[in-house]
């Protein structure tokens, strides 16, 4: 069975912290996709990045960085130095074979001015 | 570059009654989802087309739920006859398709059902 697990809810930083949202998969292809979305309060879903299972290569775009570990199937996102316009629910999500995405329930971040 | 449009924007109805909901992709994409997104949840695949055809359909409630996506452009997405726990926002998306994945989502249409 496929899916994705964002065990925090919801986290609460003050700006300029750094935080890391976490996101576990579960999938027995060996080929297979992950994403990170962002919705913000308007409730747009934005991308953010991809990633295939063949590529394990951290990758960091500015404030934010992916980290992903085939061996503990993580796929987490770091945000440094917070900003106030961070501040939104983000959702990692998994294609696998067969054209199926699997959503993560998302986890709401909130930056404290 | 236009983005995806939706509309409407809100819907109220009465349990029972039918509602539709109308996706435009981005140009040029071959590749249009629809999502249904409960309260609190992540979206839940409903359905995904490759230009006109159905490529995808797995969670769809097919005995009140149906979609198309005529001349591989415009999709309606209807719901005959709504219950209550079709009450939710109905995102579309759409992607390039061939191998390209990312997926860019409409502002979603929220449809609350009474």
């Known amino acids: 069975a496929q899916k994705v697990t964002q065990a925090q809810t919801e986290i609460s930083v003050v700006e300029k912290e750094d935080v890391t949202l976490d996101c576990v998969y579960e999938t027995r292809d060996t080929t297979y996709y992950l994403f990170w979305y962002k919705q913000p309060p308007s409730g747009e879903l934005v991308f953010l990045i991809r990633r295939n299972s063949f590529d394990e290569q951290n990758e960091i775009s500015g404030r934010y960085s992916w980290n992903f570990q085939k061996s503990t199937s993580s796929f987490n996102f770091t945000i440094t130095a917070s900003q106030v316009v961070d501040s939104a629910v983000y959702f990692c999500?998994?294609?696998?074979?067969?054209?199926?995405?699997?959503f993560g329930t998302g986890t709401s971040l909130t930056v404290i001015p | 570059e236009a983005g995806v449009a939706q509309s409407p924007r809100y819907k109220i109805i009465e349990k029972r009654q039918s509602v539709a909901f109308w996706c435009n992709p981005i140009s040029g994409h071959a590749t249009l989802y629809w999502y249904q997104q409960i309260l609190g949840q992540g979206p839940k695949l409903l359905i995904q087309f490759q230009n006109n055809g159905v490529v995808d359909d797995s969670q769809l409630p097919k005995d009140r739920f149906s979609a198309e996506r005529l001349k591989g452009v415009d999709s309606t997405l209807k719901i005959q006859p709504a219950k209550l726990e079709d009450s939710a926002v109905y995102l579309c998306?759409?992607?390039?398709?061939?191998?390209?994945?990312?997926?860019?989502f409409g502002p979603g249409t929220r449809l609350t059902v009474t």
């Open positions: 999500a998994l294609k696998v074979a067969g054209n199926q995405f699997y």
């Open positions: 998306a759409s992607s390039l398709g061939r191998g390209y994945y990312e997926q860019y």
